[in-house]
């Protein structure tokens, strides 16, 4: 199916009155080193919006904000013997590629090319031959990924890398970077795969602010008696440094306002959140907006039915409110029991800080929303609720700067703490096109658990977030979060293109594609979420 496309200028229009009046132009998307994205060449729609909502719910209270400390992932700990210092000079090593630090835009790209590895004495290394990258000091970086030309090219062996805490000595130890991330991306045969920007790619890891870097790729080896021969690895390998940049900027909170987070308790609210302050007293001089880009702007006028422009946060809705206003919407009596859950406060792209000149500028959408595939993100579970924002920065300038894709790749984003997040762009409540599920991402949305959940549980703050978001994003779809559904297959490596697959309305990506992800406990989870969901749906 071709999705509709529609141009995010057009959406802007709309909204044209509640700019500055010398608002920038939009910007141009900064080339990746290796090769520039081409422009879309799908259908556009200039001036017509996004299609309708199946409902317009607006609302006043406020949402959770992340909270918690920063850390460094897979460090040494305290009291162990570094494994290795600084080098002499301390000057990050020269990668012989531009990034983009001088572009206006926020965060910047490391892209290594990797080269042949000298036999190793380390014993835990993997006999066979590999390529990679010895010990060196770089530009700051807080995630890693590997990269190559070839997107349908499948990397067969594993991936590691260890890294250098920012301003430190200490290494930290050998971390596994998952290796098999193609399920994550965009069906065969759509716009964004056709685009000739796409790359194959390793799923990102999250490693902490840091400024060196070791890495090490071996193919898998030729087994013990013969029966295999060591694969190739693929062609144009490099290593992705990202820089998530530094959070929006905030707006002060009134005297004793605080942000709730998960759990009924409250924290001071952290900077990379802000919270919308009320009305200021009489005789206070009007602040006036910051001005938005045409990129920003659109991103934003997409939920313009839920908050105002440029909002960082789509407030909270109770069941009855919720109820109300999709029965308004829906020219029925107010009467009526629609089911659908309470809206959970949602952190915009905005709130999170995504630079929207990053992204295609066009929106993509499907019909509907059928179903809900579960993932987690496999970038670690080393972060803090604060540093959520600044993960989700950094996995969408990998998916869109190193990984050639239009946008982030999923729907929605959910912290450890429960706190949900606008994932790609479009309108929280339509039906966006997103790049999550391979064979499977036409009318379905994707939600990304932050982490790896394969051995590690899930905390129930997370469980309970996927369970709200569907309740109300798939209630405004008419969906039951306990029910089944039919999907037809855009090809995958567990279903053939064109093959009817009846799945839970609430899947994981592994009902569609032969996966680990969502991890074994997370995927656990899921019917706990279903009956979650549908309870709050009132039925």
């Not at 017509?48 to 700990?77: F, K, Q, Y």
């Not at 530094?246 to 759990?263: F, I, K, M, R, Y």
């Amino acid at each position: 199916m071709r999705p509709l496309m529609v141009t995010s200028i057009g959406v802007t229009c709309a909204a044209a009155l509640t700019l500055p009046l010398a608002a920038p132009a939009l910007s141009a998307p900064v080339p990746h080193a290796s090769s520039a994205r081409p422009p879309s060449v799908a259908p556009q729609s200039p001036g017509a919006g996004p299609p309708a909502a199946p409902a317009a719910l607006a609302g006043s209270a406020t949402p959770a904000a992340p909270a918690g400390s920063a850390t460094h992932a897979g460090s040494v700990p305290t009291g162990s013997t570094p494994t290795d210092s600084r080098t002499a000079t301390g000057a990050p090593a020269d990668s012989g590629e531009p990034d983009d630090r001088s572009a206006g835009v926020a965060g910047s790209t490391q892209s290594l090319p990797l080269e042949r590895l000298a036999a190793s004495s380390d014993r835990s290394a993997a006999p066979a031959p590999g390529r990679g990258l010895d010990r060196r000091t770089t530009r700051p970086f807080s995630l890693v990924g590997v990269v190559w030309d070839d997107a349908e090219a499948e990397l067969h062996g594993t991936v590691q890398v260890r890294t250098r805490a920012a301003g430190g000595e200490r290494w930290s130890n050998w971390q596994d970077v998952e290796t098999h991330n193609d399920e994550h991306a965009a069906d065969l045969g759509s716009d964004e795969r056709a685009s000739g920007a796409v790359r194959g790619s390793t799923a990102p890891l999250w490693v902490g602010a840091s400024d060196g870097v070791e890495v090490r790729v071996h193919p898998e080896a030729a087994d013990e008696e013969g029966r295999s021969i060591a694969v190739r690895l693929p062609e144009g390998l490099r290593l992705e440094l990202v820089d998530p940049g530094p959070d929006p900027a905030t707006e002060s909170a009134p005297a004793g306002q605080a942000g709730a987070v998960p759990g009924g308790r409250t924290s001071a609210t952290p900077a990379s959140l802000p919270v919308r302050p009320g009305p200021p007293p009489a005789g206070t001089a009007a602040v006036v907006p910051e001005t938005l880009t045409a990129a920003s702007a659109a991103a934003s006028a997409v939920n313009a039915e839920f908050a105002p422009l440029g909002a960082s946060l789509i407030p909270a809705m109770t069941q009855a409110e919720t109820a109300e206003a999709a029965a308004e919407a829906a020219e029925e009596a107010v009467g009526a029991k629609p089911y659908i859950g309470p809206r959970p406060g949602i952190i915009t792209r905005k709130g999170w800080g995504a630079d929207e000149k990053l992204r295609e500028r066009n929106f993509a959408y499907t019909k509907t929303v059928k179903a809900a595939f579960v993932h987690h993100s496999a970038t670690g579970n080393n972060y803090t609720c604060k540093q959520a924002p600044s993960v989700l920065r950094s996995i969408y300038r990998y998916h869109v700067k190193s990984s050639g894709w239009r946008d982030f790749g999923y729907n929605f984003a959910v912290d450890k703490c429960g706190n949900i997040y606008e994932g790609r762009a479009g309108g929280v409540s339509r039906a966006v096109l997103g790049a999550h599920t391979l064979g499977f991402n036409t009318n379905t949305m994707g939600i990304a658990v932050l982490g790896s959940y394969s051995s590690t549980n899930p905390p129930a703050a997370a469980v309970t977030a996927v369970a709200k978001l569907t309740a109300w994003k798939l209630g405004l779809f008419g969906r039951n979060p306990k029910g089944k559904v039919t999907l037809v297959s855009g090809g995958s490596n567990k279903y053939a293109k064109g093959k009817k697959v009846k799945m839970n309305v609430i899947s994981g990506h592994r009902d569609g594609f032969a996966t680990e992800c969502p991890g074994a406990r997370l995927y656990k989870k899921l019917g706990t979420a279903r009956t979650s969901s549908a309870h709050l749906q009132g039925r």
